[in-house]
Each structure stands twice: as C-alpha cells, then as structure tokens.
C-alpha cells in the first residue's frame, strides 16, 4: 500500500514538474514535428518564422522548419537550420530566407529538390547528401542572381542601401551594394540573366545587379565573415576555420 502511494506521488509530481516547465516557455514557441524539412540546431538572439499558412512565430532551438517558411534573425542574432539530408545554412543577423521547396527522400532520390532565397543579408551553407548525389536540385536564389552548388560549403552575402554600411573588405574599401560570395569547399555556379560564373576552392566571386554578369573577385578585396564558436557547422574541406572564414 505505502508502495503504491509512493508511486502516485511520484506520478504526480513529474507531472507538475511537466505543466510548470511548459508555462515557462516563450509564447508563441514552435517545437519540432513529423514531415518538417529540418530543425533549428544553435540559436543566440531572435528568429522569427512566418509560415505558409499565414501564421508567425519565434522560434528556438530545436524547432521545426517547414517547406514555405520565411525565416529572419534580428539584428545580433545568428541561427543554424539543419536540413533532414544533413545540409545546414548558418543565417547572419539581420538576414532574411525562405524554404521555397524542400523535398528529401532516402529512398527516392527522383523527387530531391531544394531551393531557397535570401532576401537578404548573408549565410553560410554547407551540401548534405540531397546535394552530394542530385546537385543540379539544389540552390540558392537572390534577387541578383542564382547559386548552384556542386559539393559545397560556401558563403553568401547580399548588400542593399545600406545593409552593409561599416564593412570592408581585406583593403579597408567599403562594400559595394550586391552578391558577395566565397567557395570554401567544392564549387558553386553562379548566374543570372547576364551570364555565368563557375568559382572553385578559395575563390571569391561578385554580383552587381541582376543585368551583369558574374566576376570574380582578388582575395585581397574579401572580407572578413565571422561567426561565433560552433554557428560555423561541419566542413568537409578549405582552408578557413569553422568560425571565421573570408568573403
């Protein structure tokens, strides 16, 4: 009988233990779930979702993305999306993307498709396996041009009026407005209407506007992308550490 009771009143107390930690989270607060396209794995700052169906949200880590979310970091906020096929995209602060499509299979590789637009600011992205064996599905749009990966990890960064005001490249030369972009394993294409441009390792590449084309870019005129200890991801080759690398 003592037993039982001792069983009930353990019963009990989890349970309150389960409510008094539930009412402590933020609201609204976004948790992981069946069929989304990937998680939130390290969060410092804000990170706002605002779904398909019109609703938003904050999210934290260890929540869901899901195909059609936009996703933004607040000014000082980084966030790293990692994809259900291993990719992840490392977001900058005041950046701003959206899952267009996303649709991953183990056993169905005839279906793979991921596609994903930076509005703005810039990321790090790292090829999981959709990339590694259906690289032509795979890539990243701004309003400028389009980035194809071909086993990759590169970074990206999109500068408009005045997102970019304060930083420099290697020479000390402010930014100019446009697609920054840098290949710190494998290689991207990148193109737009006005042609395209293949960049390999240690390759630095820029895009003006949507009606020129492509150039590449002296190392000496990169700039310095920093990100903080464990945002960087996993890396399969390069030369630049996980938490800092040129742009």
């Known amino acids: 009988m003592k037993n039982a009771l001792s069983r009930i009143a353990f019963r009990s ?3 309150i233990a389960l409510v008094a930690a539930a009412l402590s989270l933020p ?3 976004v948790v992981a779930q069946a069929g989304q396209a990937g998680e939130i794995t390290h969060l410092s700052g804000v ?7 019109g609703s938003k949200a904050l999210l934290s880590s260890r929540s869901g993305v899901l195909e059609g979310d936009t996703l933004t970091t607040e000014q000082g906020a980084y966030a790293r999306v990692k994809f259900v ?6 977001m900058r602060p005041g950046t701003q993307i959206k899952v267009e499509a996303y649709q991953y299979e183990e056993a169905k590789p005839a279906s793979d498709n991921m596609l994903l637009s930076m509005f703005k600011g810039g990321l790090r992205a790292i090829t999981g396996l959709l990339g590694k064996r259906s690289q032509n599905r795979v890539a990243f749009q701004t309003q400028t041009a389009t ?5 990759t990890t590169f970074n990206g960064l999109l500068c408009q009026g005045s997102d970019c005001a304060g930083m420099t490249n290697a020479s000390g030369q402010p930014l100019s407005n446009g697609l920054h972009v840098e ?3 494998g290689a991207i294409v990148v193109s737009n209407a006005a042609g395209q441009q293949v960049f390999g390792l240690g390759e630095f590449g820029f895009v003006k506007d949507a009606g020129t084309a492509p150039v590449p870019v002296p190392p000496g005129q990169g700039m310095k992308f920093t990100l903080p200890a464990g945002q960087g991801g996993a890396r399969t080759g390069g030369t630049t ?3 800092e690398c040129a742009l």
Do not use: K, M
């Open 27 to 29: 609201f609204p607060f």
């Open 241 to 243: 550490g996980d938490d």
């Open 47 to 53: 990170l706002s979702v605002a779904r398909a169906d």
């Open 147 to 151: 980035i194809g990966i071909r086993g």
């Open 183 to 185: 290949v710190v394993d």
């Open 13 to 15: 107390a989890r349970r």
């Open 85 to 90: 096929d291993g990719a992840e995209v490392v």
